[in-house]
């Protein structure tokens, strides 16, 4: 059974903000990943956290930056909104690093930047 | 640059047949596969993975195919269900954990 919960549900911000998304990890899981996923595509991989440590990145801008807390909840932060950030934000949980084995994934928060 | 594709946006089958859901992918350093379902306001599902040391993978009315020559690899899934409709996302790993999705493909299954 998943447990992954984020919030908000939804989002409407206006370019140029700043917007944090929150995720709430399975328990026992330390390692949560966040994805990008636009209109018509699949998700994209922004970066993942292990034990509170950033260890793995894709190919998003440095205006994108994540915290991961003690308790394993994580925060994903976008700065200086842009139109083309609207997008599904989903993070996935899972226990441990090395594998890409089964990753939970929450429902995702749908951020529309006006 | 996409290295992981889906060609078909879309597939409806009837129920009771098959339904075949085709990925291809670029990457030669992939080495694990997965397949997600995704329904309306829920985040992805993990259905079924293989390894690239398999050619094939079943779990129940689900098997997944590989060959890695051709670099494409099938889900397979039978008998289909209308609960199976869904959009399903191919997703490949190079041995970390992070993924590489397609784009996806709704499936449709009619009653």
């Known amino acids: 059974e998943t447990g992954v919960t984020q919030s908000p549900t939804h989002l409407i911000k206006t370019r140029g903000q700043q917007v944090t998304l929150r995720c709430s990890s399975q328990s026992g899981h330390n390692t949560v990943s966040w994805y990008q996923q636009a209109l018509g595509q699949g998700p994209q991989f922004i970066f993942q956290y292990y034990r509170e440590e950033e260890n793995g990145r894709g190919n998003f801008p440095p205006r994108f930056s994540g915290l991961q807390f003690p308790n394993y909840s994580s925060e994903l932060n976008v700065n200086a909104l842009e139109l083309d950030d609207s997008a599904l934000y989903l993070c996935?949980?899972?226990?441990?690093?090395?594998?890409?084995?089964?990753?939970?994934f929450g429902p995702g928060t749908r951020l529309t930047v006006t | 640059d996409q290295q992981v594709k889906q060609n078909s946006p879309s597939l409806s089958v009837q129920e009771g047949r098959i339904s075949i859901l085709n990925c291809d992918y670029t990457n030669s350093m992939f080495d694990y596969f997965l397949w997600y379902k995704k329904y309306p306001a829920e985040g992805p599902t993990f259905l079924i993975s293989?390894?690239?040391?398999?050619d094939k993978n079943e779990d129940g009315r689900f098997t997944v195919f590989l060959n890695k020559s051709a670099k494409h690899l099938s889900l397979h899934i039978v008998p289909s269900q209308p609960g199976d409709s869904a959009v399903y996302f191919c997703a490949a790993s190079d041995g970390g954990s992070r993924l590489t999705f397609g784009e996806g493909t709704q499936l449709t299954v009619n009653p």
């Open positions: 996935a949980s899972r226990a441990g690093t090395g594998g890409p084995y089964e990753q939970y």
């Open positions: 293989i390894s690239s040391i398999k």
